[in-house]
């Protein structure tokens, strides 16, 4: 959940970017470099880092530091790696990342084939966290009133425009939303959604497709939570669905959380892909069927719900990073 920080993208470098070459091409593009700290002690909270106003009037800033040293996928264990463990469940890699993050990212990284080879080639990272209470007293508010989280990721992306110009930036990386882009495919992004007027959902969530039986087909969302709604799973048959469809379908379901701010009820009845007949229905589960763990929003057509609910249960008893189609 959203805590110290609400927010945090990432770049992933070569392990030789400092400090002040973040802080030069930040200042290049118009930031406001409030503040430069040395690194922590303990290099999980942060390494060398830079503070930029975002909204000062509510006590808003960023906080970039920069990690010469792999992205720790594995985020610690309670026992042998206590110290990482430790900032990984405050938050500090991200409000919603969880192990095995880039992992995942790195298998469902549909349009760049060179993803898989990410996590031998990257040896930093830099961290892009937001947040409220930067110096403030422990019962200060994590989030204004007035808080929008869509402005947030908003104006993070234009921090990784101007950050990933470094020499040494391999590619863009959303631990939260658990996305794996490299530079050219983010600026295209970008410029066509700003252009459009959209959301630029893509670059901020992921979608990943998996086989569940030999008739049915999964995919699901990894990473609404960043702007306060729920993620989507949506199961159905290949032979009535296209998949490309049901991707732009659950797309748009999050486009209309996102805008309408409705309150879902389980077993809804909602309108199918490409239908407008209330053929499908929608659960809430307080557990997605697979990692990582959130709580979802489940579409389904009506007429498959009893083999849908079967084919969930046993899935999640054997859930598997590695079940991609």
């Known amino acids: 959940m959203k805590g110290f920080y609400t927010q945090c993208l990432c770049i992933l470098t070569d392990g030789n970017i400092t400090i002040e070459d973040i802080k030069t091409a930040c200042q290049s593009h118009g930031f406001q470099v409030v503040k430069q700290i040395s690194s922590n002690e303990n290099w999980c909270l942060g390494g060398p880092t830079i503070i ?17 040293r792999e992205w720790p996928d594995s985020m610690g264990d309670s026992k042998s790696d206590l110290i990482l463990f430790g900032a990984w469940s405050t938050g500090n890699f991200g409000p919603f990342t969880y192990p095995n993050g880039l992992t995942r990212a790195q298998q469902h ?16 990272f830099i961290r892009i966290r937001l947040s409220y209470i930067f110096g403030c007293e422990k019962n200060a508010p994590i989030m204004p009133k007035n808080y929008n989280a869509l402005s947030e990721l908003n104006f993070l992306n234009t921090i990784v425009l101007a950050v990933m110009t470094i020499p040494g930036a391999i590619c863009y990386f959303n631990p939260n939303g658990e996305v794996l882009l490299n530079f050219e495919s983010f600026q295209k992004t970008f410029s066509l959604c700003k252009e459009q007027n959209n ?16 008739k ?22 290949i032979d009535d669905y296209d998949g490309g469809t049901v991707a732009y379908y659950i797309r748009n379901v999050t486009h209309y959380l996102i805008e309408s701010k409705a309150q879902i009820k389980h077993n809804d009845a909602i309108d199918g892909p490409n239908e407008t007949n209330l053929s499908w229905m929608i ?8 990692s990582p763990p959130r709580e979802v929003l489940r579409v389904f057509p009506k007429l498959n719900r009893d083999e849908v609910l079967k084919a969930i249960v046993k899935n999640q008893n054997n859930d598997s990073d590695n079940s991609s189609t």
């Not at 006590?59 to 920069?66: E, F, H, L, Q, R």
């Not at 349009?111 to 080879?117: I, Q, T, V």
């Not at 999964?218 to 048959?237: C, H, P, W, Y």
């Not at 659960?283 to 697979?290: H, M, Q, V």
């Open 283 to 290: 659960n809430i589960s307080e557990e997605g069927t697979l």
């Open 52 to 68: 930029i106003s975002y909204d000062p009037e509510q006590n808003g800033y960023i906080s970039i530091d920069v990690v010469n």
């Open 216 to 237: 049915l087909f999964f995919m699901d969302t990894v990473g609404n939570r960043q702007l306060d709604v729920k993620d989507i799973e949506a199961i159905f048959s």
């Open 199 to 214: 959301i630029p959902l893509s670059l901020w969530m992921n979608i990943r497709f998996f086989k569940l039986t030999d």
């Open 109 to 124: 990284s549909w349009s760049w084939e060179d993803a898989k080879n990410v996590s031998s080639c990257h040896k930093g």
